[in-house]
């Protein structure tokens, strides 16, 4: 069966890229043999994954026979031996490879014919050019064995047009400037070099078009390009031409989805009866004649089929904390196209504002100009279909709007609590949910206290007792410097022998208890053992009194541990350690080079407060503060005998010590200080670098390998240390290798060689996957999650920063088999930014080292800027700079995007600035952009982040929109104002009159708006106007205009009347009729809405009066009306408003909402106030509390004071609302709000366990002592019973044990002794 293409060249590639969607995942398949001696003999099929190795792979033949290898390595390639070409080898080959979810595509088919005949090729098209003639094209022939002579050949010629002999299987020939004389049916052929005579057959015919001799049509969709799965759409492609046929192409599947389609007239219709997933993407069609002569493709139509739209996000900016009289803009986010949105308010019916899909770009914005209190509430957006489907509308987020006079105040709370511990400070934190420029730290007892931060964390010790008392914050925001937030609530800091709570008295008597009960177990176990020794017939009175004892400590044990004392698991975190510093020396080299001798100390980390010099690991040398630049001089002056020695050095910090720097050893004038060497573990193959660090500045350095006298290596002077580098790393360079420094003039001195590095090659586990969870560019205090996996299971883990090792997993941590392990920094501090690596290992096997991630610590210096050279619009497929200037030098750069983790680029600069070169842009491509500088010798303090700058990667503008303010309807001598609004920044705009030839400019750089001011308006200023963008750089890029907008001016005619039929109130779903009635006929009448700029709707009666139909209302048609006119004579100019009208669309009206003021909590003597809220003017409120059968409270204000006499108070209350003009309608209650006593339950939960517990433990104690006061009491008194009845069992008992120890000696009874008789009575049981 023959293939036949029709080939569409392209000049440019497609916005998506899908003209080379090729085949990424798809198998290669070649021949091997050992022609030409004897080509069919000996031959091998080969199968390559081009892209990621596997175990797996399979070879198919006529779709029926099937070979399968499982191989016990992974590998990219596998050979299947056919042996001797026969009639049963011959067939149709392909074959495929094993995924991580499934096979691979298969390979093109190889077609092996009978011995004597080489394979068929393969011949297709490489689009890479536009649909315009004089374009190159790339026809590509696979012929499977390599070094083939491969032959072109166009259908009407008897010569080849085009041959090559290429070292591969794949031929590549060139047609340059494609033009419609070269247009044609093309094959292929294949021999072999050594034998001509051996031919292959002709591949299929590949049949070459020219597009674009036609002009492009468009491409719609029907009712909509987003719909549900199973519903029905219609793709209707049309053009200028009749009786053409119409062709239909998606692009991410341009073999299979490929339709054509007969016109009807100059249109044809693609329909789809039942959508599916799969039906998503990207449609394009065209059109072509007899001749196969095309036209140029449409845009490119998205369609989406999903059951559940996307959420959708909304921003808002400059902040959603606004001053009184500012602009707000709202932009909502969505990954759907071609939609219209809508933004709702929290208790509007209706939404506030429109934006079409033809209005609206991928920068969706809603304006709120000059808001007042009235437009603070909670906000978000919707997506807006203008046809049915039944698509469930998809999550979104909120934005909360806050106007105010002044920010609102902010929440201020203490890390880890409240309460100073001795030598601990405490964290003070300052939060506010959105941006701002700076927080403000007050103490109430001492006026002249202010301390400032960027991100809200003040620490504050308690030296001398000066840290308790009682503070508070405020903040201000960067679009209003000046202004201060009010203060937030006060929060009182208490020192250990401060103000004792409950809580903390009982937990102190509770350690005081245990210790208590510890001794006196102990204490009593000692006293049972002793009097069990002495009265052995009181043994189980005293096991007894044993085990009730332990008993009641068990119990009082038991419910010590049940109290309520806060959180006791603990968070296992990774504690990234105080880096350690470097040290090196200084000195006159070579003049006086021991005469002036100073060792300097040098931290990574910013906060470091001084430096100490220890000599010998234990001598104290000196302590100096840091300087500015983190660093301390120790000058040791001339050298002697008495400097000798190892010195090491120690950075410390507010709380803690580093680890000590390399030991810098010196040992005498005429000997340098010996050098350090370090590597990496050497990897087969892979390049090493071995460190050579020296001491002095100016030294040259030398590498030995042991058994060699020369130097393997040496480096000229390259400062403080030197980086030697083994090319590739192989068994003949393992070893032990050491380094030396020496003086660069004669007479040379040296140092003593460093300690030996051995080099050997071990056997390694492949490098582990390693990332962050977030950005690693965060700010100060934020959480970081470090995830290091690997590809075996049972490993432990090692987190490296910056080449040391700072922390290691527990295979305790981690579940049986886990091949992954987290390491966390809870809270980022100034020193943990720096470079993070990661390995594995298990027993003696280590893995390779992970790839670097670079953690920056932002927010230390300030922000930079970016720009866009030549301009942030930038045409699909050309290149655009990014230049990131700074204010500091021999900093590092990073690019980011929105929506991207890890930063698009790093780039080092010895200036301030660094440019980023973005290549080939796409669509998706476009978005906002940021970036930072940090220096990476401070553990990566990085800046702030950069305003983001939006790319746009289009060949057409976004289009801006225009607007009047406060109403494109204004009254005559009033001014307005003109917006023209577009998502570019840094563009002008020109705005120009339907009529005139004249435009009015305004340059504006630091903003997206366009403001024209139209004062002390008549009717002259009225008109049609629109606008457009106008950048100052050179741009091919179409700048489409904006809407057109109609300027009415009002004021020259009678005012109208406004009325509502059948009323102003309706039901949802309902018809309502709004009448303008004039006094002028032939008049065009307005009707406007308030809160909308443009009119509603434009109606042309015959007579005095216009109907304005409103079929089916909503709750969003709820609001206040008006209308003008004016004459067909006199255009624009225009009569008074009417009166306002306000119209309700509603079958009942919204439900209140009540909350309570200053909280729900009774407190003693003290009132509460209720506030019932309703969004409807003009009602009646009336308040119910639960347990009450009639409402007892009414208020037109909503407002109800509410006392607890007699505890009456507390109880569920909710609330409802009915209309003065319509009474017997009410709305529904609010919901539910409790008010509680001072000691409510949620409050008392813990308390009360805590006391019932507490209760407990003193019974069990008490008990405790009553027992052993009782068993105690008792005990005299059976003591002297027992001397009474049994002391004479005693005394035989006992001198039967002294006769028996002393033999021949006799031993008095102490009974006798003392008492003089013995009484002999039987001993009691």
């Known amino acids: 069966m023959l293939w036949t293409f029709t080939l569409l060249l392209f000049c440019i590639r497609l916005s998506l890229g899908m003209t080379s969607m090729a085949m990424e995942s798809q198998a290669e398949l070649w021949i091997e043999s050992n022609y030409p001696q004897a080509p069919w003999e000996n031959i091998t099929l080969w199968c390559r994954s081009p892209s990621q190795m596997s175990k797996k792979f399979l070879l198919l033949k006529d779709k029926t026979h099937m070979t399968w290898v499982h191989l016990s390595q992974k590998t990219f390639q596998m050979s299947f031996f056919l042996g001797a070409l026969t009639e049963s080898n011959a067939g149709r080959y392909r074959c495929c490879y094993w995924k991580e979810k499934g096979w691979s595509k298969p390979s093109k088919i190889l077609e092996l014919e009978a011995p004597g005949q080489l394979p068929k090729p393969i011949l297709w098209i490489q689009a890479e050019t536009p649909p315009l003639p004089g374009c190159n094209v790339n026809i590509l022939c696979h012929g499977w064995l390599q070094d083939l002579v491969f032959m072109l050949f166009k259908e009407g010629f008897a010569e080849p047009v085009d041959y090559q002999v290429p070292t591969g299987t794949v031929a590549v020939f060139s047609i340059d400037h494609m033009t419609p004389e070269k247009e044609g049916v093309y094959i292929c052929r294949t021999h072999i070099q050594m034998l001509p005579t051996v031919w292959s057959e002709p591949s299929n015919p590949l049949k070459l078009v020219v597009a674009g001799l036609y002009p492009k049509p468009t491409l719609t969709a029907y009712p909509g390009p987003i719909m549900a799965p199973g519903e029905s759409l219609n793709l209707r492609c049309q053009g200028p031409i009749y009786g053409i046929t119409f062709a239909l192409m998606k692009l991410e599947d341009l073999e299979k989805s490929f339709y054509h389609k007969k016109p009807i007239k100059n249109e044809a219709y693609f329909l789809f009866p039942n959508l599916n997933i799969q039906d998503s993407g990207h449609y394009i069609c065209f059109y072509y004649d007899g001749s196969y002569r095309g036209s140029l493709f449409s845009d490119i139509l998205k369609i989406w089929v999903t059951d559940a739209f996307p959420k959708t996000w909304l921003l808002a900016w400059p902040s959603p904390v606004v001053p009184v009289g500012q602009n707000v803009s709202l932009r909502c986010l969505g990954p759907v196209d071609g939609v219209g949105l809508a933004l709702h308010k929290k208790g509007e019916d209706r939404p506030l504002q429109f934006l079409d899909a033809t209005s609206i770009n991928d920068n969706k914005q809603f304006l709120l100009h000059n808001v007042t209190h009235r437009d603070s509430g909670i906000y978000s957006c919707h997506y807006h279909l203008t046809w049915k489907t039944s698509i469930r509308m998809g999550t979104h987020n909120t934005v909360k709007l806050v106007v105010v006079d002044k920010p609102p105040k902010p929440t201020l709370s203490a890390w880890p609590r409240t309460v100073f511990k001795r030598g601990k400070a405490i964290t003070i934190q300052c939060r506010v949910s959105h941006p701002v420029l700076e927080f403000s730290l007050e103490w109430k007892e001492k006026a002249t206290f202010h301390k400032f931060s960027v991100d809200g964390d003040f620490i504050i010790t308690n030296v001398e007792g000066k840290g308790t008392g009682t503070y508070s914050c405020s903040y201000r925001v960067e679009t209003h410097p000046n202004i201060w937030s009010h203060r937030s609530e006060p929060l009182k800091l208490m020192g250990p022998a401060g103000v004792l709570t409950w809580d903390y008295i009982l937990n102190e008597a509770l350690k005081l208890s245990i210790i208590i009960q510890l001794a006196a177990l102990l204490l009593v176990l000692l006293w049972i053992r002793y009097k069990w020794r002495r009265f052995r017939i009181r043994e189980a009175w ?12 068990i119990v009082a044990a038991l419910l010590c541990c049940g109290l309520c004392n806060g959180v006791l698991t603990e968070q296992t975190e990774i504690i ?66 008495s400097h000798t020695g190892s010195y090491h050095c120690h950075s410390w910090e507010e709380m803690a010590v580093s680890e000590p720097s390399e030991a810098l050893e010196l040992v005498g004038t005429d000997i340098l200080p010996k050098p350090v060497i370090s590597a990496s573990p050497p990897i087969r193959g892979q390049e090493l670098q071995i460190r050579c660090k020296g001491w002095l500045a100016g030294m040259e350095f030398a590498l030995y390998k042991e058994g060699e006298q020369e130097p393997v290596q040496q480096l000229g002077a390259v400062g403080r240390e030197a980086f030697f580098t083994i090319q590739r790393m192989e068994e003949k360079k393992e070893g032990n290798y050491s380094c030396r420094t020496h003086t660069a003039t004669l007479p040379f001195k040296w140092s003593e060689p460093s300690e030996p590095l051995e080099l050997v090659i071990k056997e390694m586990y492949p490098k582990p996957f390693f990332k962050t969870w977030a950005s690693p560019v965060v700010p100060l205090g934020d959480r970081v999650t470090f995830n290091c996996s690997a590809p075996h299971q049972h490993m432990s883990f090692i987190l490296y920063k910056d080449g040391s090792e700072v922390a290691s997993s527990d295979r305790a941590w981690a579940n049986p088999g886990a091949s992954e392990a987290q390491f966390f920094i809870i ?9 993070y690596s990661c390995r594995y290992y298990d027993f003696d096997i280590w893995s390779e080292p992970s790839d670097i991630v670079e953690l920056v610590v932002t927010e230390f210096f300030p922000k930079p800027t970016l720009l866009a050279q030549p301009g942030p619009v930038v045409l699909p497929g050309k290149n655009v700079t990014l230049r990131c200037q700074g204010t500091l030098k021999d900093m590092r750069f990073a690019l980011l995007q929105e929506g991207t983790q890890v930063p698009l680029q790093f780039k080092s600069a010895s200036g301030s600035s660094v440019d980023f070169l973005l290549h080939t842009l796409r669509e998706e491509d476009s978005g906002n952009y940021s970036c930072i500088y940090y220096e990476t010798t401070m553990s990566n303090r990085g800046s702030y982040f950069s305003m983001p700058l939006m790319i ?32 570019v920044r840094g563009v002008g705009y020109i705005l120009r009159k339907e009529g005139e030839a004249t435009s009015k400019q305004l340059w504006e750089f630091t903003s997206n708006d366009g403001a024209f001011p139209i004062t002390n308006i008549t009717s002259a200023s009225t008109g049609h106007y629109s606008c457009c963008y106008h950048p100052d750089w050179t741009s091919p890029i179409k700048i489409p205009p904006s809407n057109t907008l109609e300027l009415i001016v009002t004021g020259l005619l009678p005012k109208p009347s406004l009325i509502a039929q059948p009323g102003p109130m309706v039901a949802p779903g309902e018809n309502m009729t709004l009448q303008c009635q004039g006094e002028l006929p032939d008049s065009t009448f307005v009707l406007l809405k308030e809160g909308i700029h443009a009119p509603i709707k434009l109606q042309r009666p015959r007579g005095y009066r216009a109907d304005f139909w409103m079929p089916v209302v909503r709750g969003e048609d709820s609001g206040i009306y008006s209308c003008v006119y004016y004459l067909d004579t006199a255009l624009f100019v225009a009569s008074n408003h009417s009166d306002s009208l306000e119209i309700w669309v509603t079958d009942k009206p919204p439900k209140p909402s009540l909350s309570a003021w200053p909280n729900t909590v009774f407190k003693l003597g003290k009132d509460i106030t209720l506030q019932c809220r309703g969004p409807l003017p003009g009602v009646e409120f009336v308040l119910e509390h639960d347990g009450e059968e009639a409402p007892q409270l009414f208020s037109e204000d909503g407002d109800f004071v509410i006392n607890n006499v007699e505890g009456k108070g507390i109880g569920n209350y909710s609330c409802s609302y009915r209309l003065q003009a319509s009474p017997d309608i009410w709305s529904e209650p609010s919901d539910p709000l409790e008010l509680v006593g001072a000691a409510g339950p949620a409050a008392q939960e813990c308390t009360v366990g805590n006391i019932v517990r507490s209760t407990l433990i003193v019974v069990v104690v008490v008990a405790l002592g009553v027992v052993l006061a009782i068993e105690w009491k008792k005990w005299p008194r059976l003591r002297t019973r027992g001397s009474e009845t049994d002391g004479r069992d005693q005394t035989i008992v006992l001198e039967e044990c002294n006769q028996e120890g002393e033999p021949g000696t006799t031993t008095n009874s102490p009974s006798s002794t003392s008492q003089g008789i013995l009484v002999e009575v039987p001993a009691p049981m």
């Open 576 to 641: 990234v350690p105080t880096p350690k510093p470097e040290l090196w020396a200084e000195t006159n080299f070579p003049l006086a080079p021991w005469k002036n001798l100073t060792l300097w100390c040098r931290s990574p980390s910013g906060s470091t407060k001084e430096f100490v010099l220890l000599k010998d690991g234990t001598g104290w040398i000196a302590t100096r503060p840091a300087s500015e630049k983190v660093r301390a001089a120790f000058p040791l002056g001339a050298l002697s005998q």
């Open 827 to 835: 809270s980022v501090g100034i020193g943990d930014g720096g470079n």
């Open 542 to 553: 005293f096991l007894g009194t044993a085990q009730v004892f332990t008993m009641l400590f």
């Open 952 to 983: 746009w990667v289009t060949d057409v503008f976004p289009k801006p929109w225009l607007f009047a303010e406060p109403s494109s309807v204004v009254p005559m001598g009033q001014n307005v104002t003109l917006w023209c609004q577009g998502p």
